[in-house]
């Protein structure tokens, strides 16, 4: 049981060039989050899906997109990288009381 | 807007104390409420949760709930160096129970 997983665990990227960011649970959750995390503050909601097939904007989701694969897989994508884009980025997923899981994190450097 | 507010300290504690974290929330119809522990270059780790008013204990760790002052505590008894770490409280919100309102978090140092 791996809980929520991540890929990759570090990325460095040129400005403009694209990237996808993968998360996975084994939990058999239905909803699954993305947030961004920048140095000394909170997490920020990028973007959500409360369900399968379901995906809606969180506080900062400009510059991101979003695939929910299947009940598993909740991906976000970067079309073109930006250097404000920096951060580490947390996938998680939310049992049935509403508490969430992370993942380990991807930290992302764009230059 | 609706928003979590904790301290962001530092809190410093002396090892073998109690550690006491608050947490406040402006959302009055918010149900559920989280602690999570995130140590440096790591991810938020889920401790307790409080679902109702009172206490909960889970070892050393007791939350504490008080809807109708709107806070949130973390207890922490025999504080130990490894309780050092930053604490997010976060909490539900009335209308959209998927989003949850993270606080930005309080850093506590235990020292030995």
């Known amino acids: 049981n791996a809980g929520v997983t991540q890929t990759p665990k570090f990325q460095v990227l040129k400005t403009g060039q694209s990237m996808t960011l993968q998360c996975a649970q084994d939990?058999?959750?239905?909803?699954m989050y993305w947030y961004r995390q920048d140095p000394g503050m909170g997490l920020r909601l990028i973007y959500y899906?409360?369900?399968?097939?379901?995906?809606d904007k969180g506080e900062v989701p400009n510059g991101y997109n979003v695939s929910r694969l299947n009940k598993r897989e909740f991906s976000l994508r970067l079309e073109s990288a930006a250097p404000s884009q920096t951060s580490v980025y947390f996938c998680?997923?939310?049992?049935?009381?509403?508490?969430?899981?992370f993942g380990p994190g991807t930290r992302l450097t764009v230059t | 807007q609706k928003e979590v507010e904790q301290n962001s300290g530092p809190l410093s504690v002396p090892e073998g104390a109690i550690a006491s974290l608050n947490c406040t929330y402006s959302?009055?119809?918010?149900?559920?409420f989280f602690w999570y522990r995130q140590y440096s270059g790591k991810s938020p780790e889920l401790i307790m949760s409080?679902?109702?008013?009172g206490d909960k204990e889970d070892g050393r760790f007791t939350a504490q709930l008080n809807k109708a002052s709107q806070y949130v505590s973390l207890l922490i008894r025999d504080s130990q160096p490894s309780d050092s770490a930053t604490y997010l409280c976060a909490g539900t919100g009335y209308s959209s129970a998927s989003k949850i309102i993270f606080g930005s978090g309080t850093r506590l140092s235990i020292r030995p």
């Open positions: 998680a997923s939310q049992g049935d009381r509403y508490e969430q899981y």
């Open positions: 409080i679902y109702s008013n």
């Open positions: 939990m058999n959750h239905n909803s």
């Open positions: 959302d009055r119809g918010s149900q559920s």
């Open positions: 899906s409360a369900s399968e097939g379901t995906t």
